[in-house]
């Protein structure tokens, strides 16, 4: 037990400052001690220093009031009748391994607070000890106790959310309402137009479309417009008969056909070819087909999804894209909000990818600490959810540092002139790529670095140019 002279000790050295949660709620903490006068000087210490202090005389009264929903820290005496602050950590411990116990002593030595970290303990502090030292360990102990409970809210969350739309996942209001949407329309078998930008989930729609839809026993079938050459894509579309060009050896069934009695997605539409625009635009008001070189026409069950990166509705940047295709495709269009404007879905979504790269990799999941989801909350995201997911593999793997994440650290007073310099050297990258679409060999004009220069900053500073293209 603490003396009258550690309690005045104590409270004489009360720091000024008082410490809070980062959420500005106060935080819990239970005190244990068989001593009326010395849990009073304790409360009334940790209450000046912005604590909630719960008072409790035994370790048994405590354990009647606890469970894995604890929100903060638990501070005991060792020496105690009946259950001593040793057993206490053993039941505590039982209940939830997390739970932060900081046992206090006058009768403890070194090898006793050794074996005491050992077994799980968060801290020991022997008497007499200066008030900050208490309230020092106790912000740290509620701290790590909230990033516990954060990343568990996280991660049932994640789970809950399942692996079938990932990209779709979230709370927001604007997620609600496009998942709302998507299963109304998927029931009413009509092409659809998906605007989004790179990343942001654009097939994930489309085989949701298919899968909520009569069609879903059927095949899906993808085919990026803006990867096929311009000399090919007709064929991979239409497909050809034996002999119709000069390399055509055999009879080709094309996309379009193939997908006929299921769905086909057309990614990245905005950049057919125009003749190859012109011949969809026939296959879709007619619903029919007539592959390259052949005469006659084979009718089709068709359900067609496009998409693409611009809003094809507005001439300025429509380009050379038919309007009369757009208006055929556009008999129902739907927007997908880039990540930046959902930003409160970012941690759920962060928490889903890490925990199956982890599991990919086969290692813990690690935990994800305020730095990192303040950075998360911050970023604009030009790649949206797949960048995002990048983001997590490489925070699984160890390959982010938490100083690469500091936006914008050159704007931090307390930041060093190394710290400053690196942050700007990748945002700087980080502008190239985004200006370049991910194109390495702009970029490093751009900048003006040699080619190897450029590779190994973009590992320095965890940056992948697919979260730009």
Same mark, same amino acid.
């Given at each position: *037990?603490?003396?009258?002279?550690?309690?005045?000790? *104590?409270?004489?050295?009360? /720091? !000024?400052?008082?410490?809070?949660?980062?959420?500005?709620?106060?935080?819990?903490?239970? #005190?244990?001690?068989?001593?009326?006068?010395?849990?009073?000087?304790?409360?009334?210490?940790?209450? =000046?220093?912005?604590?909630?202090?719960?008072?409790?005389?035994?370790?048994?009264?405590?354990?009647?009031?606890?469970?894995?929903?604890?929100?903060?820290?638990?501070?005991?005496?060792?020496?105690? /009748?009946?259950?001593?602050?040793?057993?206490?950590?053993?039941?505590?411990?039982?209940?939830?391994?997390?739970?932060?116990?900081?046992?206090?002593?006058?009768?403890?030595?070194?090898?006793?607070?050794?074996?005491?970290?050992?077994?799980?303990?968060?801290?020991?502090? /022997?008497?007499?000890?200066?008030?900050?030292? =208490?309230? %020092?360990?106790?912000?740290?102990?509620?701290?790590?106790?909230?990033?516990?409970?954060?990343?568990?809210?996280?991660?049932?969350?994640? !789970?809950?959310?399942?692996?079938?739309?990932?990209?779709?996942?979230?709370?927001?209001?604007?997620?609600?309402?496009?998942?709302?949407?998507?299963? %109304?329309?998927?029931? +009413?078998?009509?092409?659809?137009?998906?605007?989004?930008?790179?990343?942001?989930?654009?097939?994930?729609?489309?085989?949701?479309?298919?899968?909520?839809?009569?069609?879903?026993?059927?095949?899906?079938?993808?085919?990026?417009?803006? +990867?096929?050459?311009?000399?090919?894509? @007709?064929? @991979?579309?239409?497909?050809?008969?034996?002999?119709? #060009?000069?390399?055509?050896?055999?009879?080709?069934?094309?996309?379009?056909?193939?997908?006929?009695?299921?769905? =086909?997605?057309?990614?990245?539409?905005?950049?057919?070819?125009?003749?190859?625009?012109?011949?969809?635009?026939?296959?879709?008001?007619?619903?029919?087909?007539?592959?390259?070189?052949?005469?006659?026409?084979?009718?089709?069950?068709?359900?067609?999804?496009?998409?693409?990166?611009?809003?094809?509705?507005?001439?300025?940047?429509?380009?050379?894209?038919?309007?009369?295709? #757009?208006?055929?495709?556009?008999?129902?269009?739907?927007?997908?909000?880039? =990540?930046?404007?959902?930003?409160?879905?970012?941690?759920?979504?962060? *928490?889903?990818?890490?925990?199956?790269?982890? !599991?990919?990799?086969?290692?813990?999941?690690?935990?994800?600490? /305020?730095?990192?989801?303040?950075?998360?909350?911050?970023?604009?995201?030009?790649?949206?959810?797949?960048?995002?997911?990048?983001?997590?593999?490489?925070? +699984?793997?160890?390959?982010?540092?938490?100083?690469?994440?500091?936006?914008?650290?050159?704007?931090?007073?307390?930041?060093?002139?190394? %710290?400053?310099?690196?942050?700007?050297?990748?945002?700087?990258?980080?502008?190239?790529?985004?200006?370049?679409?991910?194109?390495?060999?702009?970029?490093?004009?751009?900048?003006?670095?040699?080619?190897?220069? #450029?590779?190994?900053?973009?590992?320095?500073?965890?940056?992948?140019?697919?979260?730009?293209?």
């Amino acid at each position: *037990m603490t003396t009258s002279s550690e309690q005045q000790t *104590m409270h004489d050295r009360v /720091p !000024a400052q008082a410490q809070t949660s980062t959420e500005g709620d106060m935080i819990d903490v239970a #005190f244990v001690d068989d001593d009326i006068e010395v849990r009073k000087a304790n409360a009334q210490t940790l209450e =000046l220093a912005g604590f909630n202090v719960r008072m409790f005389s035994t370790g048994a009264e405590l354990l009647s009031t606890v469970n894995d929903a604890f929100t903060g820290a638990v501070v005991s005496d060792v020496r105690m /009748p009946g259950m001593d602050g040793f057993q206490l950590f053993r039941r505590l411990h039982a209940i939830d391994k997390d739970i932060p116990v900081i046992l206090i002593t006058g009768h403890g030595d070194i090898e006793m607070a050794v074996d005491a970290l050992h077994k799980g303990v968060y801290d020991f502090i /022997p008497k007499p000890y200066p008030a900050d030292r =208490l309230v %020092q360990s106790v912000q740290r102990a509620c701290e790590k106790r909230r990033l516990v409970l954060e990343n568990r809210r996280l991660r049932i969350a994640a !789970a809950q959310a399942g692996d079938d739309d990932v990209p779709l996942i979230g709370q927001t209001p604007a997620m609600e309402r496009l998942r709302q949407t998507l299963r %109304q329309i998927a029931v +009413a078998d009509v092409d659809v137009l998906v605007a989004g930008e790179t990343g942001s989930g654009k097939e994930v729609v489309a085989e949701l479309l298919h899968r909520w839809s009569r069609r879903r026993d059927n095949r899906f079938v993808a085919l990026n417009c803006g +990867a096929l050459p311009e000399n090919v894509i @007709e064929s @991979e579309l239409f497909g050809h008969e034996a002999g119709a #060009f000069t390399g055509a050896l055999k009879k080709r069934i094309g996309h379009i056909e193939y997908s006929s009695g299921g769905t =086909l997605f057309l990614d990245e539409i905005e950049s057919m070819p125009l003749a190859a625009q012109a011949k969809l635009l026939r296959v879709l008001e007619k619903r029919e087909i007539v592959p390259i070189g052949g005469n006659e026409s084979r009718q089709l069950d068709l359900r067609v999804v496009a998409a693409a990166k611009i809003d094809l509705g507005n001439p300025a940047v429509r380009g050379d894209f038919r309007e009369d295709l #757009f208006f055929r495709l556009n008999v129902v269009s739907l927007t997908i909000p880039p =990540l930046r404007e959902r930003r409160d879905d970012i941690p759920l979504l962060f *928490m889903h990818f890490l925990v199956k790269a982890a !599991a990919r990799f086969g290692i813990d999941t690690p935990d994800v600490k /305020p730095e990192l989801l303040q950075f998360l909350h911050a970023h604009d995201w030009p790649g949206n959810v797949r960048e995002l997911a990048h983001m997590a593999e490489r925070h +699984a793997l160890g390959l982010l540092e938490i100083n690469a994440w500091q936006t914008p650290i050159e704007h931090d007073e307390k930041a060093t002139l190394p %710290q400053q310099m690196e942050s700007y050297e990748a945002e700087l990258i980080r502008r190239a790529l985004q200006d370049n679409k991910g194109n390495a060999k702009a970029a490093i004009e751009a900048l003006g670095i040699p080619r190897k220069t #450029f590779y190994d900053k973009l590992q320095r500073h965890g940056l992948v140019r697919s979260d730009f293209t």
